[in-house]
């Protein structure tokens, strides 16, 4: 079961909450045991305070994953990546009640900066969208050593951004490069994400190179440009290849499944 976003947001809160909660306990009991009866009271409240925080996001998730606690736990049990999410702020959430200065700050620094990461490397793709548009290519003079033409993208404001391209043949197929993301990160920047990366001849070989952002990533890719992480992956897909023509406009789209596809007219 893919899980909607109130359901990670719920487990966002539920699952550390619920962590923190349980240390709390453990160290309000052992505050009293210990005749610190002042500290006790103060943890046992915030103890209670976690707790109907976590209460509340159990309650959340419930809602967004329909309303019965056995459809809600059979599909938790499907979804190993959501599991190993709410494990891992569980236990976050258990070592900052139990270590709030030696755990707790640094933990919470440490997922600050991941979403800082995570959010940078985001901006420099475009959200994607199945029969998106990715470009457009209008070649005005082909020959069978250079195509020239106007190539365009388009920007955040709808306005497509338009820039002459000489290729050094008359037939090429366009790469994108997929930025995909899953878990909660699939939720907060958007299950995947691309940009217009090069075009390339039949064989494989690149003629033309799109200049790209730098994104903190790139130290992690593989030298293909590829990578894979925990719930943060890059790949690189090819369109079809195209013989160009004078006047003859390839609009490149994504299709159902992400795939590019190439349309000339």
């Known amino acids: 079961m893919d899980f909607d976003q109130g359901a990670w947001y719920a487990a966002s809160v539920a699952a550390p909450a619920a962590g ?5 306990g453990i ?5 009293s045991a210990g005749g610190e009866r002042r500290k006790s009271a103060l943890l046992s409240t915030i103890c209670f ?8 996001g159990a309650a959340w998730f419930l809602v967004s994953t329909g309303g019965r606690p056995t459809r809600a736990v059979s599909a938790i049990a499907d979804a190993a990546g959501f599991r190993g999410w709410a494990a891992g702020l569980a236990l976050f959430g258990i070592l900052s009640g139990a270590f709030p200065r030696a755990a707790g700050i640094p933990s919470a ?11 940078s490397a985001a901006v420099a793709y475009r959200p994607a969208v199945p029969g ?3 470009a457009v290519f209008v070649p005005h003079a082909v020959s069978a050593s250079a195509t020239t033409g106007d190539f365009s993208v388009p920007r955040g404001d709808g ?3 338009l820039s002459s391209l000489v290729l050094p043949s008359d037939k090429a197929a366009l790469k994108v490069e997929r930025l995909l993301l899953g878990g909660f990160f699939g939720e907060v920047f958007g299950p995947e994400r691309y940009r217009v990366s090069e075009y390339s001849e039949p064989a494989g070989v690149v003629i033309h190179r799109f200049p790209a952002a730098p994104t903190p990533l790139d130290p992690l890719r593989r030298k293909d440009g590829s990578m894979d992480l925990p719930w943060v992956a890059i790949r690189e897909t090819a369109g079809e290849v195209v013989a160009f023509a004078d006047f003859r406009t390839v609009e490149y789209s994504l299709g159902p499944d992400y795939d590019l596809r190439s349309l000339a007219r």
């Open 109 to 119: 620094l440490l997922g600050i900066a991941l979403m800082a990461i995570l959010g």
């Open 49 to 56: 305070l976690f707790l109907s925080a976590a209460v509340a």
């Open 27 to 31: 160290r309000a009991i052992a505050a």
């Open 20 to 24: 923190a909660a349980l240390s709390l």
């Open 132 to 134: 998106q548009v990715v």
């Open 159 to 161: 306005i497509p951004a």
